[in-house]
């Protein structure tokens, strides 16, 4: 079945990814989904169409109490070799563009429209920038690497310095990818 290898590589599981919408590679969890069953804190079975999941980039707007259980989702026919070689091209390049051996949760910050975060940060000059354990990534300045011991303030309070560089640089707002849980102490 094709049209599911740009999931090759996100890590998570299938829940994660309908409430995320997520994508790579140009293509979404949103443009695979027919509908999505799930059970709500009533224990009342739900079922969303796509549409009414509300889908945007990196986010479902279906109510926040459900939990997803399953998913009816469209793929199309296609030869397996091609599919595998679809695969490697899609392993290769987060290989060679994302840090994905390091610590990280992954893209940090989504992409405003019509621009990327990582050229915005970049631009602001905040490629290995480092707070405690916590540093921008070399490789891919839209991902935060812990590089021994980070804490989570660590962590956050890089994420913010460099949103408050970039708001400086270029006017640009940028808004977290990455789900923070929790208050700070
Ligand atoms: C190295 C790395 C690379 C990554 N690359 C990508 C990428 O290319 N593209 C991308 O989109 N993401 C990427 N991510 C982020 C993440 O892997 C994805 O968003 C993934 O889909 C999250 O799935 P999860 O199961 O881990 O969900 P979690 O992180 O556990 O949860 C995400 C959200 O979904 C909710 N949720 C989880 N399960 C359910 C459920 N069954 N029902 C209802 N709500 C649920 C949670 O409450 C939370 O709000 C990357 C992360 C890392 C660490």
Redesign the pocket.
Known sequence: MGGFAFYHG????I??????N???NGTETCQRVVEVY?VDRTGAKRTFSNAEMGYTY?HSSAPAD???TGALMQGEVRDKAEIRAEMDAVAEHRETN?P?KSR????TFKNPPGNSAWKLIDAAGMRGHRIGGAQVSEMHCNFLINVGGATAADIEGLGEEVRRRVRETSGVELEWEI?RIGTAA
Do not use: D, E, H
């Not at 996100?10 to 599981?13: N, Q």
């Not at 990280?104 to 893209?107: D, E, F, I, P």
């Open positions: 996100i890590p998570g599981a829940g994660g990814a309908l409430r995320m997520a994508g790579a799930g990196r459900v939990i997803f994302q994905i990280t949760g992954g893209s789900k």
